[in-house]
């Protein structure tokens, strides 16, 4: 069993940034492979980016590409998403997850409980 915890959401400005923690406990957590969703209120979970349980894969989605940033520190046991540059499209929940590599939130073993992140003005 796996339990991840998110923090650092908050309210921004649109241009600012925020980073994202994701802490990662349990058996084996190390091992994972770890992906960022979102969900904006009426939408559908989408897929952020996703990183590989050695740090070595690191995959984004097209509108996120060079504002966001995955990283993980297994020492530390915790994953994070540096988001900046941000957009008022960039408001949702934000969840980390485990156990996949791709965008299908179906492929995810385990779940945050999500964080919000508000770009506002």
């Known amino acids: 069993q796996v339990q991840l915890v998110e923090s650092g959401g908050g309210l921004v400005q649109p241009g600012g940034s925020l980073r994202l923690s994701c802490a990662v406990s349990?058996?084996?957590?190390?091992?994972?492979?770890m992906g960022w969703f979102r969900q904006a209120p009426g939408k559908e979970r989408e897929f952020v980016g996703a990183?590989?349980?050695?740090?070595?894969?690191?995959s984004y989605t097209e509108s996120v590409k060079g504002r966001f940033t995955i990283s993980r520190d297994s020492a530390k046991g915790t994953v994070y998403l540096q988001m900046s540059s941000l957009k008022p499209e960039d408001t949702a929940v934000y969840y980390c997850?485990?156990?996949?590599?791709?965008?299908?939130?179906?492929?995810?073993?385990?779940w945050g409980q999500g964080t919000q992140v508000t770009v506002s003005s």
């Open positions: 349990g058996r084996n957590n190390w091992l994972y492979h």
């Open positions: 997850a485990a156990g996949a590599l791709d965008s299908n939130p179906a492929s995810y073993n385990y």
């Open positions: 990183i590989s349980s050695g740090g070595d894969s690191v």
